[in-house]
């Protein structure tokens, strides 16, 4: 009886070391990577991501702030607005934000705290603001600035489109990506992304957008390195067509003073 106990208790004892061995293996090989089928589109991702500071760094960084002017154009090339922003995103990337701007003599704060999302006008808050679309506000304010680490997010059907050429021969990697809100949470509006690369370095040179009733074309024309992170300096926006057919230009917007 006591030999029968004693090799019971063996076995017990190998199955558990077996069980351990097998969880530290998958937990030790796991990878963020890993729900991305398409190899091709899992290397570029992890290219990116190294290049343009790293993922692991990417999760420790505490806060980022920045100052962020823009201005938008109608198709005649008249100035429809112009905007100097001061943004503050705490416990990054978590959804921590704060925007703040000056319209005439009245001061405008946009702030999202514990998914709460408030707008305030000279400290008041702003009855007539559209929740939908304060929430879309803050998603395309942290959006850019996420890239390409949000391209780890959940829900993402990607394609690999190779290689290809920017305007003045920029060589550029191509990568696809369709959002779809209807059926994923984490996604704003449906569109289609074309992300595109540098060939040689792997950071963003710009991207295309499909959205609902036209297709818009940004370029990153200057980046700048901060704490070993490329942030965008100056970016332009072009409506285009969807060959990427230059009509118009649209935006221009100019980053400075990064904090981390």
Not at 230 to 244: A, H, Q
Request: aromatic share 14%; glycine share 4%.
């Amino acid at each position: 009886m006591f030999h029968s106990n004693l090799k019971l208790y063996s076995f017990f004892l190998i199955i558990m070391t077996l069980l351990f061995w097998n969880c530290q293996t998958e937990k030790a090989t796991s990878s963020p990577l890993d729900h991305i089928k398409d190899e091709q589109v899992k290397s570029l991702i992890s290219k990116t991501m190294d290049a343009t500071g790293g993922l692991e760094n990417w999760k420790n960084i505490k806060s980022l702030a920045f100052r962020k002017y823009f201005a938008l154009y109608d198709s005649l090339g008249n100035t429809e607005m112009e905007v100097n922003q001061i943004h503050r995103h705490s416990s990054f990337p978590k959804q921590d934000i704060y925007i703040s701007w000056k319209k005439g003599n009245d001061e405008h704060v946009l702030q999202a705290q514990n998914e709460v999302i408030t707008k305030t006008i000279n400290t008041q808050k702003d009855t007539s603001a559209n929740p939908t679309s304060l929430t879309n506000t803050i998603r395309s304010a942290t959006f850019v600035m996420n890239i390409p680490f949000n391209l780890l997010d959940t829900g993402i059907d990607f394609a690999y489109e190779g290689f290809g050429t920017l305007e003045e021969g920029q060589e550029v990697e191509i990568l696809r990506a369709s959002y779809n809100p209807e059926t994923h949470n984490n996604h704003s509006t449906k569109d289609i992304w074309w992300y595109y690369f540098d060939k040689k370095n792997h950071t963003l040179v710009g991207y295309m957008v499909k959205h609902a009733d036209h297709y818009s074309y940004v370029k990153n024309l200057e980046t700048k390195t901060v704490d070993g992170f490329v942030f965008p300096i100056k970016r332009k926006s072009w409506r285009v067509t969807k060959d990427r057919e230059i009509l118009y230009l649209r935006a221009d917007y100019d980053y400075s003073d990064y904090q981390l």
